[in-house]
């Protein structure tokens, strides 16, 4: 694992949009894994504005959604498929079949999940995944005590996801209860992984992935045991490391790099 600490949140997301736009201008068709909720915003953001000063062509991705909701109607605002509409394939200029979401309002929902594990393996496999983590240590949706080598699956939110998301809907109560995720054992198949968080309510479970035990009480611990993973932090989300695990300049900053920093696995 490396990790690159950056003062601040704006500094994340460029940080990180360095990386994954790096990695598309190598392989403009790559197949990119595609996190939602706030914290990956600022990167969709950024390459939105890259694309549209000319510097970056993003209209031949196939993106994958980690997770959706069940028991949203189709096309409901809160829906990831909305929000992956909203946010990347309009201001990406990538057509809508090239962005592809759990399909979590069909009736059969587990064939709906091994047809999304299908999906993937077809696309020839998630070349740069960007995740986001939860408060509870999540990824996608995958929960506290989830198999570390589960699979794309209907799974349950906690009370602690429900009431985290709330933000996004009229109240705690109007959160789904349960969802369509990618497991972590597919999350782990992707070949490279950027994982990105912002302030304080994050440290704690980013000190519990990154020096925590490898358990499944923290899901995001099991990508210890991917070779390719890089978080990238802001210093708020940083505060709970103590083993000082990143030490170089950070790229770009010109002052010879801030308090921590390590450059990332190209
Ligand atoms: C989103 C997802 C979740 C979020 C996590 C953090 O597709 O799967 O794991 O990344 O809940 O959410 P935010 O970024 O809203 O704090």
Sequence with gaps: MDVVVVPTAVDVATYAADLVAARIAAEPGMV???ATGSSPVGIYRELARRRTEGTLELSHLTCFALDEYVGLAPGHPRSYAAYLDREIA???GLASSRVRVPEASRPDLEVAAAEYEQEIAAAGGIDLQILGIGTNGHIGFNEPISSLSSRTRVAALTAQ???D????????DDVPTRCLTQGLGTILEARQVVLVAQGERKAAAVAAAVEGPVAARCPASVLQFHPRTVLVLDEAAASGLTSGTCLRPVPGRGDGGGPRGSAPAS
């Design 165 to 172: 998301n709330a933000r996004f809907f009229d109240g705690p």
């Design 90 to 92: 309009r201001p990406w």
């Design 32 to 34: 990119l894994g595609v």
């Design 161 to 163: 996801t429900r009431t």
